[in-house]
Every structure is written in structure tokens, then in C-alpha cells.
């Protein structure tokens, strides 16, 4: 059975209670394709919500074999992410992701859509870039029919880290010198420009897309915050030291190897014409700093 995009066959999504895989569920809904979403509790809050919108729901893990089975079976394309998250860190990253690109291989899935990240291609040395490159030499050595889609910093970033309100004055603290560029996206795109490419038709199927939605220095994102809160803004840059583990401290130094990311903005936007910069992600986010 070889189910093609838009026909009645689902699309599998690895992920989706999460941030990145719910974003790509979003999207997928918005253009009226039918959805299965992979889930270990199918009572859980986040995967009744998913079934309350018509996602079909497949219970198991990616640690099972039957389970990924069961979810590629009959499925048209499948969009998958990793996470070092979880308990077993990087190499879990690592041993999920071959799972994932195995069960593909025996369902002979006909298009998988991977996100791995900006730059892993390219020996970062970053110990999460370097899990994600593992599960795509994986993907291209079974020889699948698959698109990886790169990307870059999360906008969303901003708001768990790095900013805060003192004095009145916003203050944006990263470990980069003033004055280097960083690559942002927001999660939303990444679901958008995942869906478009699983939908099929487009001209990076079968090969890879980085992608970002803006570049700016340090000093650039304090303004764009402050204007958005209404507030004053200054930006400070920290040493490496002040970062908490060799992970981000590898990437915030591979940061200022410019160019560290390398999306082309104009190409990702042919994908996703309503894609966000920063201004337009703190508009729509409903996130303001010290509120």
C-alpha cells in the first residue's frame, strides 16, 4: 500500500503534544489533511485535545518497533523530530531516531520529513547537532525517500531565557559579542514549512531546507523587545563561562564562527509567504517580557 499526499491517508506525526510537532499538527489541520499522532497516553490532556480536533491517535512509543509499525502503516508521509530531553540525553536522541528511520524503512514509507537542526551537516561539534546528524547518516543510508528540514535558533528561546525586566529597562543577556547576526525562527514555521513539504510538490522534497525567519545582533533583539513591551532596552553580552553546559557553551562559540546558520530567508519564505520576523513573532506570540 502506497498512499500519495492528497489523498485520504493520514499523515504520521512523531511529536505532536510537543512544541515542534504540535506546530507541524497545527498546520497540517489548517490545510485540511487527516493526521495520526503518535502518543503513550491516549488519555492525557495534550492527546484528548489532539483527538477533540480529529487527529487520529496511535498509541505507543518511539522505543517500540510495533508501535512506529503501526503508526507508518497506511500512513501517506510522516513528519519526525528528536529530543535529547529525555532521561537517556544525547544518545537517546541518537537511538529514537534510528528507531524512527528503521520502522520507515519497513513500512516503505513514501516521503519522511525529518527536523534535525541548522548546521548539522556541517560538523559543529555540538553534542545535540552532532545526535541529529547521526539519525540523518541513518535516514540517507537506508536509502529513504525523505526531506530534512534544518531549523535555526528558536524565537521562542527569548522567552523561556535571557530576558528580563530591571529598573524599567528590558535587558537581553546572551553569550555573543554585539554585533554578530543569529538566525531565528519561530516554531510556527517550522510546522509550516514541515506541512507544505509533506503535502508534496515542492522543489526541496527529497533533499534539505535551513530554515529562518530573521537575523539579528544582540542589540537589534533588545530593541525589538523593548519596542514590543513598551520599554527601554539594552543588551548585554556574557562570557561562555556564564553558559551552564558544554552543550550550549559549544554552540554560542560555534555562534560567532559566522556564517554559523546559513538559511536563505527569501527561499524559506516561497515555502511559508507568511512567515514571521522577530517583530511580527512577538506581536503574535502573546509573550511580553515582565508580564
Sequence with gaps: MTPTPGTDSPI????????????????????????????????????????????ELSQGDVTDP???????????AA??????AGPDGIQGEVTSGIAIADAA??????????????????????????SKRRVEERIESLGLHATIVRPVYFME???????????????VRMALPDGVPL???????????????????????????????????????????GEHAGLPARFESLPLGALPNEDMT???????ETPAYKADIDQVRTLDPELLDLPAWLAQSGWTPGR
Design 157 to 171: 528561546n527569548l522567552a523561556g531565557f535571557g530576558v528580563s525586566v530591571e529598573d524599567g529597562e528590558v535587558v
Design 105 to 130: 524503512a519497513r513500512a516503505r514509507l513514501p516521503h519522511l520529513v525529518f527536523s534535525s537542526v541548522g548546521g548539522a551537516e556541517r560538523n559543529t561539534g555540538i553534542p545535540h547537532f552532532e
Design 183 to 225: 538566525q531565528m525562527v519561530a516554531v510556527r514555521d517550522i510546522g509550516r514549512v514541515a506541512a507544505v513539504v509533506l503535502l508534496g510538490g515542492t522543489d526541496v522534497e527529497g533533499g534539505s531546507i535551513e530554515i529562518a525567519g530573521d537575523s539579528r545582533t544582540g542589540s537589534e533583539i533588545a530593541r525589538a523587545v
Design 66 to 76: 510495533a508501535s512506529l509499525d503501526a503508526l507508518f502503516d497506511g500512513v501517506s
Design 250 to 256: 559549544a554552540m554560542f562559540r560555534w555562534f560567532v
Design 12 to 55: 504520521a506525526v512523531v511529536g505532536a503534544t510537543g512544541q515542534q510537532g504540535g506546530s507541524v499538527v497545527d498546520a497540517l489541520l489548517e490545510r485540511g489533511a487527516n493526521v495520526r499522532a503518535l502518543v503513550r497516553d491516549p488519555q492525557a490532556k495534550k492527546a484528548h485535545a489532539l483527538a477533540e480536533r480529529g487527529v
Design 79 to 84: 513528519y519526525a523530530m528528536t529530543t535529547m
